[in-house]
């Protein structure tokens, strides 16, 4: 069956500009995450969706990150304003429902901000 | 604030080598451990989830152990091989939360 999917793979934005990164989780996976990996490092926890309902969102390093999972599917997760130090891999993960541990990722949106 | 550490950053073997690959973690109040496997420009592969009550887990060639008491973590490969070539990270994930921490990972390199 299908995994979790990303798009764009890859974005280059000039700093300043307004981006969005897409998910599609696997069908019928209720949790959804998001997560930064900058180069080198390991992922870092930015948000948490239970179906539409946004749990956590701890993790987003400022107000110019906004997610979004208005149906319970596929998630945005839009970044304004873009800096420098947005460029890093942008990780969705999916699992089956809270108590399901394991987590599905997705291949990663690469975004590189000039 | 639960930090997870894993060393070495960085492992080249010749290929045939048994391995074991390191992860800590500073707070032993954990609900599991997870190993997961990341390949240049790919996302996440779980390997390997690890329920706080276990001790071990196994899959094949893979062996990984848990030791909640001392914040401690091995993965252990068996019989090194190229294909095993990629970066290795462990995360835990906390009761009452639902995000992994991650590790920054074990690079590894298996040459022939």
């Known amino acids: 069956g299908a995994g979790v999917s990303q798009s764009p793979r890859y974005k280059v934005a000039k700093r300043g500009q307004d981006v969005a990164l897409r998910c599609d989780p696997i069908?019928?996976?209720?949790?959804l995450f998001w997560y930064q990996q900058a180069l080198g490092q390991g992922p870092e926890f930015l948000t948490y969706?239970?179906?539409?309902?946004?749990?956590?969102k701890s993790g987003l390093p400022s107000d110019r990150f906004f997610a979004e999972r208005p149906e319970g599917s596929v998630s945005t997760l839009k970044i304004q304003r873009t800096q420098q130090e947005d460029s890093a891999v942008y990780l969705c993960?999916?699992?089956?429902?809270?108590?399901?541990?394991?987590?599905?990722f997705g291949p990663g949106t690469r975004l590189l901000v000039l | 604030k639960q930090e997870v550490t894993q060393i070495p950053a960085a492992l080249s073997v010749p290929e045939g080598e048994n391995l074991v690959l390191n992860c800590s973690f500073t707070?032993?109040?954990?609900?599991?451990l997870q190993w997961f496997r990341q390949d240049p420009g790919k996302g996440l592969t779980s390997l390997l989830l690890?329920?706080?009550?276990?001790r071990e887990q196994t899959s094949g060639r893979l062996n990984a152990s848990l030791d909640k008491s001392s914040g401690r973590s091995t993965l252990y490969i068996a019989a090194s091989q190229p294909g095993d070539s990629a970066t290795y990270l462990c995360?835990?994930?906390?009761?009452?939360?639902?995000?992994?921490?991650f590790g920054t990972g074990t690079r590894l390199q298996v040459f022939p």
């Open positions: 707070d032993s109040a954990i609900y599991n």
């Open positions: 069908s019928g996976h209720v949790s």
């Open positions: 993960a999916s699992s089956l429902d809270r108590d399901q541990e394991t987590q599905y």
């Open positions: 690890i329920q706080s009550s276990q």
């Open positions: 995360a835990v994930a906390s009761y009452n939360t639902d995000k992994l921490i």
């Open positions: 969706f239970q179906n539409e309902a946004q749990l956590d």
